[in-house]
């Protein structure tokens, strides 16, 4: 029992701030979930749903407390064109094999590759993600006619929007220099909803976006056939589920780690994703993934530990179930602050300042990614763009960096000793190094700063060898590292690497180090 108590406090937990927090989390959850509900085309409870097992599970499981996981536009974005072609219980079934294929990946380790996800590619990531959690807000400030076309506010109302928006935001930054015996955003949320009721202000709430009212989400295997026609239909999209899903929460977790300064757990958050997504499949959900507006509103708010997240699902359900009559009241001007306070803070400002400072292809990088976020609202391909981009500059830039320093000794042999890497990208640079007609009869290619890095790199020492030996010229490989000897070892049943030895020139010992 100790260590059960010992998993849940393993932060020093506050726990009014833990409480409030996850309050605070819980009334933003419901606008977010509906909203998605709706562009995954299901009916608002299967999101309310979705963010109740996801913001449980993810809580009592995850790699990182304080963070909070719910239905997702990322996910509802990939799952809308199943919805219309077979209904909401393929896309059960499709949230269940994901959550399957997220297990395979924290199984297999996979979570450690987030690591290979640029500086300038986070910056890109969250400054696009502020801009479109903004921008989603706009959509408050207009109005549906009888036709169905969206309009722009216009006189009293949009002076109401405005005013109430403004109050709200003004509580969230004023409030924390007064007192932070409150979270500020609940206050806000608190002081703007009394108002609105106790003045009867006439302003749009949450229950004119649709009804959250409902009952504890039901076992349910998804009624589909379960056979492979099936599995080939739901795979490509339980797949893309799944990786968004993934890159989108260890993002999260990577930004959650940077505020608190803390080290979440990629591999089990991995893990606790596909458990969540599984769940939620067979509780009427439509899935999801880790939510950075809720999780940073939890981390602002002063929550640390797994309490706050499973505050917000529990008081998620409480309202579905019991208090639908009064959070239907809260005006959507609290919640729409909220979150424009919410997109302000988690723009990263610092990165204005790295125009003209840092290297332009860091910088090309960053604004790709926050363009491609912003025009196609899709957080893994932006990065997956990013990651792309940023690694076709690293090649580049090392492919330019290899050199040779060429010399003849007193034994009338040539040298080259080659610096930086040999690999895919430095094969061309690499073979106008050498003169092979014009060569003595040995030529010594030293390797002690660089190494043999790839494929390409064996087939390029193959072909080099192969045009000393046919003009009657003997080459010897000097200092190469033993990862580099073990990578042409295991090729030679493929690529014949023409390497003579000789007693003047031996290679480095397996236990030297360069």
Known sequence: MQQVFQYFTQYQINFKNEILSGLTVALALIPEAVAFSLIAGVPPLVGLYAAFV???????????PGMISGATGAVAVVLVALAKSHGVEYIFATVVLAGILQILAGVFRLGK????????????????????????????????????????LTGTPLLTMLWLVGLTIAIIVGLPRLTKAVPAS??????????????GID?????????IKGG??????????????????????????AGVGLIESLL??????????????????????????ITSGLFFGMGGCAMIGQSLINISSGARARLSGMVAAVMLLVFIMFGASYIERVPMAALTGLMIMVSVSTFEWASLKTFGKMPAADVLVMVLVTGITVALHNLALAVLMGVILAALVFAWQNATRIRARKYLDEAGVKHYELFGPLFFGSVQTFNEKFDVQHDPAE????FKESRVADMSAIEALNKLTERYHRAGKKVHLRHL???CRQLLTKAESIIEVNVMEDPLYTVAGANQTY
């Open 54 to 64: 996801m913001g449980l599970v993810t809580s009592l499981l995850g790699g990182r």
């Open 113 to 152: 590759f987030i690591r290979l996800v640029p500086h300038s590619v986070m910056f890109g990531f969250v400054n696009g993600l502020a801009i479109v959690i903004f921008l989603s807000q706009l959509v408050q400030f207009k109005t549906v006619d009888a036709a169905g076309v969206s309009h722009w």
């Open 186 to 199: 609940l206050a806000a949320i608190l002081v703007v909803s009394a108002l609105v009721i106790g003045l």
């Open 203 to 211: 302003t749009k709430t949450v229950g004119d976006i649709a009804s």
């Open 216 to 241: 504890f989400p039901p076992f349910h295997i998804p009624a589909v056939p379960f056979n492979l026609q099936t599995l080939a239909l739901i795979f490509p999209y339980a797949a893309i589920v």
């Open 252 to 277: 999260t977790l990577n930004l959650i780690d940077e505020i608190t300064e803390t080290r979440g757990r990629t591999n089990k958050e991995c893990v606790a994703q596909g458990v969540a997504n």
């Open 443 to 446: 030529v010594v290619i030293d």
């Open 481 to 483: 590292s033993p990862d």
